[in-house]
């Protein structure tokens, strides 16, 4: 490394810039050495470092020589985009220096040896840290924020500080502007009734939005560890209220959100009195043999086991069955996997479960909801952090993420017997290997088609795993691959104009395979689940004048109490 030239005559926030320099190299090079690193990768790594930092450093010392900001380099980083951070030798520098740390703990992590777990919950442990540490999460090191503190005189601390105690009592990080928001006047609005409830779900009818209907009615079943009305935030970007105008007759699923009096339910009581009871209902309301359905995400993996127990009942209610970016195979699950092993879940049924010394717990809705949120940390909390309390901004109306932020709790001991026999054991797949409701589960003894949706950046439910879900159904199946990830690649209405989506009708026996012989369509991918579903729901009829059936009167208008009801 080339003899470091004199500071003085840069005065004293060079001498800083100097020992941060020094500070950073001489630790990295320490952590190095104290890792299990092969020492060829611990030699290049230290080479590549070294090159890099110093090129950094004489680039800097050339822009305070020159005192010209124009000197420093753009960074392309989107945290550092600011012109603030340019402006000054100082800001850049420490922008770049992060930037070459975090990149070298990163190769780091990825030439440590171990087993492939092993590696991967390091590579996401340095990662947290990683994000974490950014210069700009810091008031301190953050030169866009400092700047606009001085230009509001205060004013945006003052907020940021209040906007933090704000989120402090409230619980999580807010990541929209949750007052402008309320269930069942701005979001969860197509119109409808509840017309059954139980202490699990509460079913609701929407009204029809076309003169004729099809005879078979459609049943949505969404996940349990989320509000319903994902599937219904506004209007134009509702896929319950674009079914009732392709011309079904829509019934969806309402979870109630657990409260301390259902701690003791089991899976079996979900789905015994979740999914099957609400099929049996919409089967009673509407005379029809046959219904078609719907399952979204874990909605989809009770929706396929609760077809599978009345299957093995000698019952075939399902005409078809759609699933988006669900599960039913769990030896891909993506990051999540790196959570799950068994000291995890023997832990969790020691805590929540069935075998907890003071007895059954909730696994809170918050928990959950900071899990998912720190698979995708800069994105979903430091973006937050540094928009909400350092820069006092607020942030902007939108209706995904305030559902984002409306938690749901779930009963221990079904969310633990659902860890352990799906993501650590994998037994759903295996026919037979299950008992659920007293029966034997096998899904292949399913026989409606199938139509099996996931999102190519999906990081909850990798898209190579649920594709996998072709080889465990034996009926007639259509894979469609849609683009974004887990929630916006489902929520695409043909409306907007936006994404695309890959087709291809064979089914090979990978998925990359699938995806090499796909082709790319532009826009939404609800056209042709359209087109698929209207042909398994039959003949058109007039529609219904009213909710529900003498029987089955309507309790409350849409969306009910249950979605109100806050972890």
Not at 106 to 113: D, I, K, R, Y
Not at 338 to 352: N, S
Not at 353 to 358: D, I, L, M
Not at 389 to 416: H, I, Q, R, V
């Amino acid at each position: 490394m080339p003899a470091m030239p004199t500071l003085d005559a840069f005065g004293p926030q060079a001498q800083k810039t100097a020992d941060a320099f020094g500070a950073a190299v001489g630790g990295l090079m320490k952590s190095m050495g104290a890792l299990n690193l092969p020492s060829d990768a611990i030699a290049q790594l230290q080479a590549d470092y070294l090159k890099e930092a110093t090129l950094i450093w004489n680039g800097t010392l050339q822009s305070m020589q020159g005192g010209e900001a124009a000197s420093c380099a753009p960074i392309k980083d989107r945290r550092f985009s600011a012109k603030d951070w340019s402006a000054t030798p100082a800001s850049a520098f420490s922008a770049q220096m992060y930037l070459l740390n975090a990149r070298t703990l990163m190769q780091m992590a990825e030439n440590v040896q171990g087993d492939a777990k092993t590696k991967g919950r390091i590579r996401f442990a340095v990662q947290q840290w990683v994000d974490a540490m950014s210069p700009s999460n810091f008031l301190a090191l953050n030169p866009e924020a400092q700047r606009k503190a001085l230009e509001s005189r205060g004013e945006s601390i003052s907020k940021g500080v209040q906007q933090l105690v704000h989120d402090l009592q409230q619980g999580h990080v807010s990541q929209t502007d949750e007052s402008l928001f309320e269930v069942g006047r701005n979001v969860a609005t197509t119109e409808g009734a509840v017309v059954f409830e139980n202490e699990f779900f509460q079913l609701i009818e929407y009204k029809p939005l076309t003169a004729k209907v099809f005879e078979r009615p459609m049943l949505f079943v969404p996940p349990c560890i989320n509000k319903y009305y994902i599937l219904d935030l506004q209007p134009e970007n509702s896929l319950i209220r674009y079914t009732v105008q392709q011309g079904h007759r829509v019934f969806v699923v309402s979870w109630r959100n657990p409260d301390e009096s259902m701690a003791s339910k089991t899976w079996d009581d979900y789905i015994e009195h979740g999914p099957i009871t609400a099929i049996h209902t919409v089967q009673a309301i509407t005379g029809a043999k046959t219904i078609d359905t719907l399952g979204f995400c874990v909605g989809g993996t009770i929706l396929s086991t609760a077809l599978a127990v009345l299957a093995a009942r000698g019952e075939q209610p399902a005409e078809s069955v759609t699933l988006l970016t669900t599960f039913v195979d769990f030896a891909d699950t993506g990051i999540l996997d790196l959570f799950v092993d068994e000291p995890m879940c023997q832990m969790r049924e020691m805590t929540i479960g069935e075998r907890a010394p003071q007895g059954p717990g909730l696994l809170k809705g918050q928990e959950l909801a900071t899990t998912f949120s720190f698979l995708r940390p800069n994105d979903l909390v430091w973006n937050y952090v540094v928009g909400n309390y350092l820069k006092g901004e607020t942030p902007p109306p939108f209706d995904l993420l305030y559902w984002n932020s409306d938690s749901t709790n779930l009963p221990g001991p079904m969310y633990c017997w659902y860890l352990r026999n799906t993501y650590l054991e994998n037994k759903l797949k295996v026919p037979g290997a299950l008992s659920t409701c007293g029966e034997k589960v096998d899904l292949g003894a399913i026989k409606a088609p199938v139509y099996l949706y996931a999102s190519r950046e999906d990081h909850i439910v990798p898209w190579t795993g649920a594709y996998a879900s072709t080889k465990v159904f034996k009926g007639k199946k259509r894979f469609m691959l849609g683009a974004s990830g887990h929630i916006a690649g489902v929520i695409n209405p043909p409306a907007a104009g936006k994404r695309s989506h890959w087709v291809n009708d064979k089914l090979p026996d990978t998925a990359d395979a699938w995806l090499a012989g796909a082709k790319e369509v532009p826009g939404s991918w609800w056209t042709d689940w359209a087109q698929w579903l209207g042909s398994h729901a039959g003949k058109q009829i007039t529609a219904p004048k009213s909710y529900g059936s003498a029987k089955f009167k309507a309790i409350e208008p849409a969306p009910g109490r249950y979605v109100k009801q806050k972890a």
